[in-house]
């Protein structure tokens, strides 16, 4: 994929970022000043390095003395000039030895703010990146500069935006079909509950959701990474334009994967690492999506928007660095909260049975960690590869919406787990959840109650319609949040308020007592039948879960006192009366339908 045919975009997105060497790097010997690096990643071809920081470069006097593979790698930098008249210098990155301060070790891009008003044309481009396992409480978009940029200085940010159920499929099926797991059928990680390969996320489900929406809504559309878990090599899900689906042998991987590749199997050429591959082509796609609409009248009416669902695998255990990045963050540590290696005797078994970490353990736990940043490096890339890419073409970027969340949260070392996700407490449930674009304020937070259940009804509400009434959705639009002057077709009653309770549900497997499935380093247990839930939280920071008929317990938690979940509260007298009400709530929400999920929030 080269990039310098859109170098003339660093006009747009660089400003007066300064192009020398940071202060722990130095210029490559054998790359002089005003001439483009060598070679950049992660396209891998001569003269590709595009824009300031955001691909690495190789240097061949550092190949020959590199280690770990991180001595050939440094960093375009940008000493002046725009355009085709950009000079560069390649400034090496610190030794593999190195311990790094706790800043990211990447400068990020300036992109141009929105437009205060709405698009120019009536339908939107959408953009939607979805990552895998990443979290929010454990601080991974610390690192991700060019996505906080984007998003956080030019969007708006759901501080308060939860999953629905935990875990990779029930997930992303609960954001394409907008519905909960037990409304869409999504309650098990197998075929038989559509998370298997691909045709068992079918109709008539599948013909009702978003991909299907924005086709009949005039919009060409892609998906680039991972579906729901897994697909075979022959099935196209309905309403994809473009299909490029992570292949059912790669979930795990990093390199020599297999997609479903429009319905023929594709493997990744050998050392083609999966963020890369999924950027290039959602980039070939979007580009081919606008040079065919700016090729086209300026009326609306011969105008075609696009929607590209892009969810790359990171920073999804194994974890794999993007490459050039081995050196960064050693030495770091994932959080030490109050309840990192806990014993936590009155939650449920699969939490009370937990053994202590080991060193081993530990060590693992932190290694996981750091390398989920670097993987996360190659997220932050794409999503930059992206925002440019739009960009290059005069007013598409004013003229798009991006949202950025992941299938759910994650956990290291809380109550002596090691690493996984499927438990009911905030590290798991709480993602990040941003927006961006025409008519939004840059810089804003948003507080209320979001779910998973509510990107799909979203990307509707932005893109001019509202799902079909037979989709049978159960989330609802943000855009009365995002949009509070206009009117909107799905608005609240002005009888009511927004929500001010979430459910949350799970769906175990695997045997119980010490046969429990483990994880693949530590061997702490991950899974069990009785780690089957469903639960509500308030908007005041309480929550309650029930584990019945699973096992025989409940739990209960006041957040604001207790932010880790670290005491049951279930038998304590001073919170029966608050426990009773979230009981009520989860009778009325646990088996809810369309508005009632809705309504049923008092």
């Known amino acids: 994929m080269h990039m310098t045919d859109y170098n003339v975009v660093l006009r747009f997105v660089l400003g007066a970022l300064a192009g020398v060497c940071m202060a722990n790097e130095h210029v490559a010997p054998d790359i002089p000043p005003g001439k483009n690096p060598a070679l950049c990643s992660p396209a891998r071809e001569p003269n590709d390095c595009a824009f300031d920081g955001a691909f690495t470069c190789v240097s061949s006097a550092w190949a020959a003395n590199a280690t770990s593979g991180q001595g050939a790698f440094g960093y375009c930098r940008r000493i002046n000039g725009t355009g085709v008249n950009t000079k560069w210098a390649c400034c090496q990155a610190p030794k593999p030895d ?35 396992d990443q979290d929010k409480m454990l601080g991974s978009m610390d690192v991700m500069n060019n996505t906080k940029d984007l998003f956080y200085r030019g969007g708006v940010v759901f501080d308060n935006f939860f999953v629905t159920t935990p875990i990779c499929c029930p997930s992303r099926v609960s954001l394409l079909s907008a519905r909960f797991a037990h409304s869409a059928g ?63 042998s790669s979930e795990g991987h990093y390199y020599n994967d297999w997609f479903n590749d429009q319905g023929h199997r594709f493997t990744a050429a050998p050392g083609q690492y999966m963020t890369a ?67 936590l005797p009155d939650h449920h078994w699969l939490v009370r049975a937990q053994e202590p970490l080991t060193d081993t353990c530990v060590s693992a736990s932190d290694g996981l960690f750091q390398n989920r940043l670097r993987a996360l490096l190659g997220v932050d890339a794409l999503v930059a590869a992206v925002a440019n890419t739009i960009a290059f073409f005069p007013g598409e970027l004013d003229n798009t919406y991006f949202l ?19 438990q009911p407490y905030d590290t798991d449930l709480r993602v990040p959840f941003m927006i961006r674009g025409p008519g939004i304020m840059p810089g804003s937070v948003r507080t209320e109650f979001a779910m998973m259940v509510d990107v799909g009804p979203t990307i509707a509400g932005l893109a001019g319609f509202t799902p079909p009434a037979d989709s049978l959705t159960d989330g609802h639009s943000l855009t009365p949040l995002l949009f509070p002057s206009e009117e909107h077709s799905d608005a609240i009653p002005a009888t009511e308020t927004w929500r001010t309770t979430t459910l949350f549900e799970f769906w175990a497997g695997g045997p119980a007592g010490g046969n429990a499935p483990r994880g693949p380093y530590c061997r702490h247990m991950i899974m069990a039948p ?10 005041e920071n ?12 409940e739990e209960a938690f006041n957040i604001t006192a207790d932010p880790f979940e670290m005491h049951n509260l279930i038998n304590d007298s001073a919170s029966q009366g608050w426990i009773h009400d979230l009981r009520q709530r989860l009778a009325e929400l646990r088996n809810c339908s369309q508005a009632g999920c809705w309504y049923a929030r008092k």
């Open 530 to 539: 009785n780690n089957t839930y469903q639960g509500v939280r308030t908007i």
């Open 186 to 248: 999504a309650v098990a990680t197998t075929p038989a509950g559509w998370c298997g390969v691909g045709k068992y996320w079918k109709a008539p489900m599948q013909n009702k959701s978003v991909p299907t929406w924005m086709q009949n809504q005039g919009y060409r559309t892609g998906l680039f990474g991972k579906e729901l878990n897994v697909n075979d090599d022959t099935y196209i899900s309905p309403g994809w334009d473009t299909f490029f689906a992570l292949g059912g």
């Open 542 to 553: 309480l929550k309650y879960v029930d584990f019945r008929p699973y096992e025989n317990i």
């Open 404 to 422: 950025y969340t992941a299938d759910h949260g994650f956990h290291l070392g809380e109550m002596r787990m090691p690493y996984f996700k499927a």
């Open 277 to 343: 591959l999924i950027q290039e082509r959602a980039v070939a796609f979007i580009k081919n999506s606008l040079q065919r609409t700016q090729g086209e009248s300026a009326e609306d009416s011969a105008r075609q928007p696009f929607f590209a669902y892009i969810a790359p695998h990171a920073p999804h255990t194994r974890a794999t660095p993007m490459p050039g990045t081995d050196g960064y963050f050693l030495g770091w540590k994932a959080p030490r909260f109050a309840s990192y290696n806990a014993s």
């Open 98 to 132: 190195t311990v790094y301060p706790p800043a990211p070790p990447r400068l990020g891009q300036h992109f141009p703010l929105p437009p205060a008003n709405r698009p120019l044309h009536a339908k939107p481009n959408v953009v939607l990146f979805l990552t895998d």
